[in-house]
């Protein structure tokens, strides 16, 4: 899915009347689990200066902690990135196993 793909469709559903409808995420198709979306990031969104895995603070080269380099992280540019936070505290962590079914 592209993201005017995804742009298209929760249009639709916001047209349908279910604009204020929480967005959650469903993964893992033999053992479903759900999570709340805690907000869309992209490679570009990573602050200068930082390590793209552990964010510390970079002055040149391979990071100390972790040993990413900025290198590592040039395929990510291809994606945009839905970031999961965690199940809802009102809601069990599992998710619908038919939401695969019906989609995939």
């Known amino acids: 899915m592209i993201v005017r793909e995804l742009i298209e469709r929760?249009?639709?559903l916001a047209d349908a009347g279910r604009g204020?409808?929480?967005?959650?995420?469903?993964h893992q198709p033999r053992y479903p689990l759900q999570e709340t979306v805690g907000g869309v990031w992209t490679p570009e969104d990573e602050p200068m200066g930082h390590c793209?895995?552990?964010?510390?603070s970079l002055t040149e080269g391979?990071?100390?902690e972790c040993g990413?380099?900025?290198d590592d992280g040039k395929d990510d540019e291809r994606f945009v990135y839905i970031?999961?936070?965690g199940h809802h505290h009102a809601a069990s962590p599992y998710g619908p196993r038919r939401a695969f079914d019906e989609v995939c």
Do not use: F, K
């Not at 204020?20 to 469903?26: C, G, Q």
């Not at 793209?52 to 510390?56: A, I, Y």
């Open 83 to 85: 970031v999961a936070n």
């Open 62 to 64: 391979e990071c100390p």
């Open 10 to 12: 929760l249009q639709e």
């Open 68 to 70: 990413w380099t900025p």
């Open 52 to 56: 793209g895995e552990c964010g510390r």
């Open 20 to 26: 204020d409808t929480e967005v959650m995420v469903v």
